[in-house]
């Protein structure tokens, strides 16, 4: 589950300020394994100042492309984003584990649907990789980009998204957003409520939107959505994926756990029984015990640490993914989760 192959990159492109896109080489007997879906990640490993580091970045190619890249945007103090942009040259070798996540498009040329994505900054990794694929696996069907960004400069793949634009003309749209530049044909300012009801509303009023697809911060995730339920768009038909969360919320001191759990943790059909502090999250407990558990953010943000809670109870510090029908069903988030009870047993097989 949590196994990665050694790639070497292939390629390395600017896309922005502070921007690259990176191509790896997926030998032969590693292609079925490296096999995606558009808008999942991949988790990538590197050991940095003697210390592991391992970060998600969604794939931007289409699924037909033969591709395997991602996008990495430099953020302030950022550990592994800093190496790639300023460290990483074609030809190195990369830990890579396969493909995953829950953001996902998949195609049906059998009916003819419309899809409107929102993004911002580097949100539009994972749109990139479904607006190519809804434009060449569903031939019929149209695409709406409202993108917001500071400027022209900051704007990742603007150039392929333009000739993207060109190349579908009758099916592709795009309405830029720039904070910190005027120009033409481009809304000043951020995603808000006034810039959804314009597009949907007004410049694209006529066309049926079956799917929307959000991706960015947390707080143009909410606006947008708020602003699509409130016009009645079914929340079945919102997908979103953040990349960048508010502050963990922190649990009332009276109702944080603070006794003994003993847990059995199973992870790619090995099972491990130990005692952990309910202090402790269950991902690092795992981790503790030399437990080979998948995670990457650990922030709540990513479902790589994603299990099913089989016995016992926990509290979750955070939730930025799982629906309540997911947690209804167990699915828990390993790297928020505190126990509750005096034992629980925890399956990341069982995903």
Known sequence: MSSFHKL?????????????????NVPENLKEIFTFKAGQYITLKATLNDNEVR???????????????VAVKEVKDGTFSAYANND???GDIIEVAPPKGRFIFEPNDSKTKNIAAFAAGSGITPILSIIKCALEEEVHSKVILVYGNKSTEDTMFINELLELQQAYKD?????????????DDSIFGRIEKSTVNYVMLNKHKHVEVDAFYLCGPEAMIHTVKDVLTDNGIDADRIHFELFKAAKPVEIEE???????????????DETTTFEMSQKQTVLEAALDEDIDAPYSCQGGICSSCLARLKEGEIIMRQNN???????????????????????????????
């Open 8 to 24: 070497s990159i292939k390629n390395i492109k600017k896309e922005a300020n502070k921007a690259i896109s990176i191509a790896f």
């Open 55 to 69: 970060r998600d970045y969604s794939i931007c190619a289409s699924p037909k492309s033969g591709e395997l890249q």
């Open 88 to 90: 990483l040259n074609v």
């Open 171 to 183: 099916r592709f749209s795009i309405q830029f957003v720039f904070s910190k530049q005027d120009k």
């Open 254 to 268: 009276k109702a944080a756990p603070s006794g003994k759990t003993t847990v059995t943790v199973t992870v790619d």
């Open 321 to 351: 993914i799982l629906t309540e029908k997911e947690v209804a069903e167990g699915l828990i988030l390993t790297c928020q989760a505190h126990p509750t009870t005096p034992s629980i047993v925890v399956d990341y097989d069982d995903v």
